[in-house]
């Protein structure tokens, strides 16, 4: 199958909808060239968010307990994974933890709760906090916390919510092989309770599920035929317990496609390298930024990431900025960055001849 990246890029560029089966094209074809597919996808990106890259941070304001059984969740109660679990967290340390990582140059604050969906009384103490965030802190905001209605969506839209987040995860057709407990219905279902509060749209998928390369573009599509505007795409991370561990399906390469993908059907949308960034994508992370625009920093749903500086690093070093930029601290410089973790002499070497 063929490929006419310049066609591609108009089409990106306009208001038609990418070919599907260009779409597809992406994923199974090999005869694609992936750095031309990226330079292509990154003339995209370039022309609707130029060299910016926002960060984002998230707390889980509560972990674990949750009586779904979500098999990629190690939060769920069907997961064997040892994480620390706790009820929710205080409204100080929430609201303390905005001010660090707006101190950090975070640009969005991502609250994350585990659970099914929230009480009404739930929803009135999150909104009340995301009041006094709005109002003390002032960092944009966004809320993950399970399946809610479009009353609950309105009393947090009110409260100053700025985006609810909630993936679709995978394509309608394999959730069932990933959860018994909802259905891809409730979903949407909850996406357009948020829409029509006035709540920005957030929702992304997991890949390395044991999907299907149609699995992937029908998310694509999902996501574009509800213009969601900010779409996190999750490599799976292995967590030993999880019912869903490793299905063998990523490679750097594959991640890197699966982007750009998303990149030419949802050519405006703020597009995050999520969970499994660091170990998936490896030594391309750099190229990931030509179609992706947003990313995670310090970790994600009971796993680490990279450090802010680390991914202030990152986005330098490949030429980009990161958006509401602040300035570069000390120790970007010292010289561990010289080191290698299992020899930390290699790179900084202590000679005894002088160098000519
Ligand atoms: S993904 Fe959400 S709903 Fe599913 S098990 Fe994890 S915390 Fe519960």
Not at 89 to 117: F, L, T
Not at 308 to 334: K, N
Request: overall charge negative; charged content about 20%; proline content about 5%.
């Amino acid at each position: 199958m063929g490929s006419d990246f310049n066609e591609w890029v108009k089409i990106a560029l306009s208001d038609e909808t990418f070919p599907q089966s260009s779409a597809l094209a992406i994923l199974s074809d090999p005869d694609i060239d992936l750095l031309r597919l990226v330079a292509a996808a990154g003339e995209v990106r370039m022309t609707y968010f130029g060299r910016q890259v926002m960060l984002h941070r998230i707390n889980d304001i509560q972990n674990g307990l949750c009586p779904e059984d979500c098999g990629y969740c190690a939060q769920s109660k069907i997961s064997d994974a040892p994480i620390k679990k706790y009820p929710l967290k205080s409204e100080e340390d929430i609201i303390q933890e905005a001010y660090e990582a707006k101190a950090k140059g975070v640009y969005r604050y991502c609250m994350v709760s585990s659970g099914r969906g929230p009480t009404a009384e739930r929803t009135e103490h999150l909104a009340h906090i995301i009041r006094r965030i709005k109002t003390e802190v002032g960092i944009q905001t966004c809320l993950s916390a399970g399946l809610m209605d479009h009353e609950q969506a309105t009393v947090l839209k009110e409260a100053g919510l700025d985006r609810l987040n909630h993936n679709l995860n995978t394509s309608e057709s394999h959730t069932p092989d990933i959860v018994t407990t909802h259905t891809f219905q409730d979903r949407i279902n909850t996406l357009k309770a948020a829409r029509s509060a006035g709540l920005d749209l957030c929702s992304g998928m997991i890949a390395g599920m044991g999907e299907t390369d149609q699995d992937i573009v029908d998310v694509a599509y999902q996501l574009h035929q509800y213009q969601v505007p900010s779409i996190p795409i999750n490599f799976l991370i292995p967590i030993p317990g999880n019912p869903i561990y490793d299905c063998n399906q990523l490679s750097p390469q594959r991640c890197l496609r699966i982007l750009c993908l998303f990149r030419f059907v949802n050519p405006t949308a703020e597009l995050r390298i999520g969970g499994g960034r660091e170990g998936h994508l490896r030594g391309l992370q750099a190229l990931a930024l030509y179609p992706a625009n947003s990313l995670f920093v310090e970790g994600y749903l009971a796993t680490r990431g990279h450090s802010v500086d680390q991914v202030y690093q990152l986005i330098r070093d490949a030429g980009f900025e990161v958006a509401g930029d602040r300035p570069l601290s000390s120790e970007l410089r010292d010289a561990s960055q010289f080191q290698l973790d299992d020899n930390p002499n290699i790179l900084n070497p202590q000679t005894t001849t002088p160098l000519l």
